[in-house]
Nanobody, 125 residues
Framework: QVQLVESGGGLVQAGGSLRLSCAAS????????MGWFRQAPGKERELVAH????????YYADSVKDRFTISRDNAQNTAYLQMNSLKPEDTGVYYC??????????????????WGQGTQVTVSS
């Protein structure tokens, strides 16, 4: 059974930093893309960053470029999101997800993506 378990969320003041971890188990993720999403209250879930498990190519949303860094540790089967210079608008539940290369992000079970349960990040002003 594939599991993605997020950790590292919490309460931080604006300008502070947090590092989120996503521990993956149940399969190998070569050929997959690992992503971090966030969902603020009353808003849709949005993609923050993603990384190819093999090769490490990355993507960032404009809102987090130069502040967030996504990485992965193949040996530990863990993905990370280092978040610096946090702003109140970064507040939300952060989710880790995985999809196969060549597919789209989807929350429908039949589309074969994997999702974690989320970790809360709150940035106070």
């Amino acid at each position: 059974q594939v599991q993605l378990v997020e950790s590292g969320g919490g309460l931080v003041q604006a300008g502070g930093s947090l590092r989120l971890s996503c521990a993956a188990s149940g399969r190998t993720f070569s050929g997959y893309i690992m992503g971090w999403f966030r969902q603020a209250p009353g808003k849709e879930r949005e993609l923050v960053a993603h990384i190819r498990w093999t090769g490490g190519a990355t993507y960032y949303a404009d809102s987090v470029k130069d502040r967030f860094t996504i990485s992965r540790d193949n040996a530990q089967n863990t993905a990370y999101l280092q978040m610096n210079s946090l702003k109140p608008e970064d507040t939300g539940v952060y989710y880790c997800a995985a999809r196969r290369l060549g597919t789209n992000w989807s929350r429908r079970p039949e589309d074969g993506n994997y999702w974690g349960q989320g970790t809360q990040v709150t940035v106070s002003s």
